[in-house]
């Protein structure tokens, strides 16, 4: 069922869900789910509508035309997606293959609602399974010396493939500033620790000098600081003093692929909102 | 923060989010939190606003009456509620403790919001822990062969003290029919299970006889057929081979008062709509 | 690292753990892990222990020699494996690949020790996936007028491939009673329920018209009786009134796929006892 | 049941196991729990078992005679105690009362096998609760301009009581270094956040200003470093946008009562080895 999503985000005040209920209501909409969040610290308002297109007199463009006045009214950050516009997703990994062969899954199945583009890896080995799915594969690999020209190369290949949305499948490379800022909010990664502990590397390493007894893993946007982006999804699992660090690296992987594939579906759904450090998920 | 809850459920159609927010709107409620459930199964939509109470210009019957139309317009059961009047609760126990004193001091220490009028028990075990909370404890003995005077005494109980809520914290007796009935969606009983798994008695037992590597507790509305009625809250916990019926009980009683506190909670917050043998738990 | 597995069941009594420990004290093993359980109810001793082989002055065949007269006095069920020697294992589907993708992802990354010695299918929908892992695919379709042709075929490729386990991973056919009891406690099954609920065809749905808050799954040995066998594992996740039936049966993907993999981990590594219907887990 | 438990610490090497299966079993030694544990990276080896008292011939101080000879042999870190002797544990907590009342229920209700000598507080809000279970009750403010003569009072109370275990049930204040290393491994606190994130004060309040999407509590031993000590149990429970500050202290309370009643448990039943800043917990 072909829907469209009205997402919002403004400066609270009486009547917002008033004028944008009216609106739909007016033009018939039939909203198949709505949710709402007034945020006390910062004041500000978050609202996603998910609309039947078939429900609406016209197409995307007039909702957007009809609809841009009251969010010039507002003040709003907004918008309007169409599920039948599926988003362009480019997959990064390095040699490790759970969250990849997971994702990939997911995708082949029909659970997750996207395009794949490509997948970009700075080494050869997960190729023949990508290519397997039908899916280009480019190895770009990474000079430790010089990593200026390896991230020209993922930079032009994102930008060739129009991505709108970048997943860094325990990708391994910090990317370079720039690359994080224009794709502000559409690049997401999976830290393999509960954050904000344990940032960096070897973290499963670290949680065991540490004797933790949950190990997490953290689904994030990427900023510029490392690890410290806007946290769309975590979780965690029980280990104890009889476990290794790699039975704590296996337990890992398990949380790792299923909190990515968790928040990048949120992602693909319209349902993460940021808002400063911190987010909105619906 | 003194709120308005305005508890919704009709069929669904178009346009009973733009009648009920342009209602609020236009007596200029401020909305502090807003839940909608759409169900496609069977068409009925459901819908929970708290409103704060100062910002209307009216007071809580002036605000019933306001919206009965919008009300018979849509064919709504409905309700509206005001956090200034606390449930009067009815707790009723047998001889274990760990539930009645994990309600007795989240009431206590303020983070349940509510009245308890009174402790009903078939035992008197439990007497002074009650009566240092400075609450009423009536001792009502069942006798086996002949329960009725037993019950009719809770009856006359329940009504002397106006008990909006009855709560069987672990009461460990059947209510008879007739006050099933009476109070239908109004008691709230804590099973230890993982409901519909082990109805009945000695469920801890059952479980263990079963072998399973995880137990339970259910928190629902009683009706007339045992361990049958709405499901309000569950959860679970681990166990293993090592763990004996002894461990499980114990383990148990911490996922019982926690559920029980929680559904409990949902309850007396009005985040709870019954529709047929299901909740909406807002 | 090699290692050799001591698996015991035995009726209770003292002496047994210093008499297995002397045992392997004298021949210079190094233990490296070691589990016991008495069940008081039920007066059985069980033990588990993991030898370093190249820290004993012989081979398998020698161990299990000078054992024999120890398991022989105190009545033991017993079993030394080898790590060395790999399991076969027979993998059965039908059209749903989330549990056989994840399997045998996780069989090519190394992350289950055995041999996969073919896919056995009703269906001819996951022949490309798994034959792209290199292990043959068998399609066995089954007329559900006449399905003992088709059980046939089935018990003949398992005996042909020497399966020491079959694992159904979504197979949605009940086997027939002679190759449940031919392979007692060596056919794994994921039931996609928090088993003793919902036994049987449409688990999701019998979840959602009872209006529980949590979903799960079971993997248990599969025995005559319909998923009554004993229980190896099981998980569960929250759901609520938002989740459709089609979102809960995405969610118990991701329990199920996990669930199993644990189970046949436990199983693979020899830490399973069955004693009647219930299991030891070490 | 009276048992005694002899818990090991000491450098892993063949034989120990054997060694002391061999002592118990020639004693007639009626076991009920044993756990080993080798730890490979540093080379230890950790063993608690539990006896049943009445099968042994003599008392626990011929059982500690009989045994020095072996530990010395293995140069171990050793001691047997006897569940006949309750352990002495003192109390400390402030203002807030969940984690205290939760124990003392748990007490009360013959949970927790030890004594409970006395509550100390800097404030006087409990003493009423205290006192109904009949346990001394000391009031011992703290100024904030001069702490020492406070701690002094404390540790004067400590040592008059022979306290065995000191538990911190959100005592909310730092104890001096010397009181720290006079009861190294023996004092009990519960952080309310999921360390090592969210060190120090106010850790909900950090908690909400990174967004994340978990918070837990830590039990912990109290080290001279600020929550830092070895962890005995940590957990965590969900938080999403729509939870408030005031909601997370709210959800936090809950999981810090578990978690504390958990890891004084597991100290009461000599369960916890500590070694460096790492525990096995059995």
Chains 1, 2, 3, 4 share one sequence.
Request: with cysteine; net charge negative.
């Amino acid at each position: 069922m072909r829907t469209f999503r009205l997402v919002i985000a403004c400066p609270d005040r009486v009547g917002i869900v008033a004028k944008v209920s009216n609106f739909l209501a007016s033009h018939n909409g039939w909203i198949t789910e709505a949710s709402h969040h007034s945020d006390n610290l910062s004041g500000w308002f978050f609202m996603r509508h998910e609309i039947r297109a078939d429900s609406l007199p016209f197409g995307i463009e007039a909702l957007r035309e009809e609809f841009a006045p009251i969010a010039q009214e507002f003040s709003m950050n907004w918008r309007i997606t169409d599920t039948a516009q599926k988003k362009r997703v480019v997959l990064m990994a390095s040699r490790e293959s759970h969250c990849l062969a997971d994702l990939l899954h997911r995708w082949h199945s029909d659970e997750l609602d996207c395009e794949i583009s490509c997948v970009i890896s700075n080494h050869n080995d997960l190729r023949s399974m990508v290519e397997w799915h039908g899916i280009p594969y480019y190895h770009v690999p990474v000079d430790p010396q010089n990593k200026q020209p390896a991230f020209a190369e993922v930079s032009r290949l994102v930008k060739q493939h129009e991505a709108e949305v970048v997943v860094l499948a325990r990708y391994m490379q910090i990317l370079p500033p720039d690359l994080c800022s224009e794709y502000a909010h559409k690049v997401i990664n999976i830290h393999h620790s509960f954050l904000p502990s344990f940032v960096g590397a070897k973290p499963y390493h670290q949680a065991s000098m540490r004797g933790v007894k949950l190990i997490g893993a953290t689904c994030h946007y990427v900023t510029e600081e490392l690890d410290a982006g806007p946290i769309i999804e975590q979780d965690v699992v029980r280990v104890s003093h009889s476990d290794s660090i790699e039975d704590m690296v296996r337990f890992g992987r398990d949380v790792e692929k299923m909190v990515l594939a968790r928040g990048l579906r949120y992602h693909l759904e319209d349902r993460v909102l940021v808002h400063g450090n911190k987010t909105v998920v619906f």
